[in-house]
């Protein structure tokens, strides 16, 4: 035997065997709670798939496991990205305020008035002000949900109106905004809202254009919804578990860092925005029985006078919590 050809030919060998090993096939699991249907995972999760497949040659996939399949409700999505119960999981920050108290003064109104719009100020501010927020995870998205519209079963769309009116916002948060245009706060998930409003348990709920149209359906029980409101903000978030991501290969992890940050969470803001704008279509043709009331230019400069005393309210709890800079951080992300 040729013992030169040999080595050779091992040599070769080793070399593809290494080649092969650092761009070894990998599947990411993907958990949320949503169902499958839920523009979420037909649009952003879609594009992140066809995104980090087209990107790798199809050697990095991922598996979308919705409606809670890897971990029932939407409360602990945050912690199962830790522990690596899904590789990537989806959730909302007000879920579990206490680890995000920063990002949540994303939820506030203020400059924003689409998610496109309060995302990117997010982005704007991410590094300085909310990145370590998220160090205990790989963060690909950070994008919201813009609560334009109440929706309910009285007219809402004056202070007076206003007064005493059981109201669900987006985060408990901002209950002392709710409390300053004189309704009553009350804590709900948007899974009970419908039946909430169909029994009187709750009069009104902050809501997205696409809450009143299938799934959520709420114009089948809504008598009013009311347009021109402070726009609040329900923040969401893509997490990815630190010790998956840096158990890629060096390959597949540049493919995620190209697509996470900002492209992936303006693919998540377009899912909500599009929703929205799929639903307004919807609206314009539909024959329910609710009352649409745009809300008058005084009165709305009413409830941002009643917004701004609840604005006060919130940053004084938020330095007797120790953080002190949380007017100059809603200042950053509303300049």
């Known amino acids: 035997m040729d013992f030169r050809r040999f080595g050779v030919v091992m040599a070769f060998t080793s ?13 990411l699991s993907v958990a949320t ?36 399949q890897l971990g029932a409700g939407p409360v602990q999505q945050y912690k ?37 719009e309060s995302t990117r100020r997010i982005w704007e501010n991410f590094d300085e002000h909310f990145s370590d927020e998220f160090s205990d995870v790989k963060v690909l998205a950070v994008g919201t949900v813009a609560g334009s519209l109440l929706v309910g079963t009285r007219d809402v769309s004056t202070l007076d109106g206003m007064k ?53 359906n709420f114009w089948d029980v809504a008598t009013h919804v009311v347009e021109n409101v402070p726009v609040s903000f329900a ?22 860092d ?13 899912s909500f925005d599009g929703a929205d704008e799929r639903s307004k279509d919807m609206l314009a043709t539909a024959d329910k029985g609710y009352e649409w009331i745009v809300v008058s230019d005084e009165e709305r400069a009413k409830m941002d006078g009643a917004v701004s005393n609840g604005l006060d309210a919130i940053f004084a709890d938020y330095e007797q919590r120790g953080i002190k800079n949380a007017r100059a951080i809603y200042n950053a992300l509303n300049d």
Not at 89 to 102: E, L, N, R, S
Not at 169 to 191: D, E, H, K, R, W
């Open 258 to 270: 190209e697509v996470s940050g900002l492209p992936m969470s303006l693919q998540l803001a377009k």
């Open 235 to 256: 923040v969401t978030f893509v997490a990815m578990n630190k010790e998956r991501y840096m158990g890629l290969s060096d390959e597949h992890r540049a493919i995620i």
């Open 15 to 27: 070399a593809i065997g290494f080649s092969s090993h650092s761009v070894v096939a990998e599947e």
């Open 80 to 116: 199962r990205a830790v522990e690596g119960v899904g590789d990537i999981t989806f959730g909302v920050a007000a879920y579990t305020p206490a680890i995000f108290p920063k990002t949540m003064l994303a939820i506030l109104p203020g400059a924003s008035n689409t998610a496109d």
């Open 164 to 216: 005493g009116a059981k109201l669900v916002p987006y985060a408990a948060m901002t209950a002392p905004i709710v409390q300053a245009l004189g309704a009553v706060p009350v804590q709900m998930p948007v899974s009970e809202m419908y039946t909430g409003l169909s029994t009187g348990t709750i009069d009104v709920t902050t809501a997205s254009y696409n809450n009143l149209t299938p799934p959520w």
């Open 33 to 68: 709670f949503v169902p499958p249907q839920h523009h979420t995972n037909t649009g952003m999760f879609k594009w992140f798939g066809d995104e980090i497949s087209k990107r790798s040659n199809g050697s990095l996939t991922m598996k979308l496991y919705p409606a809670g």
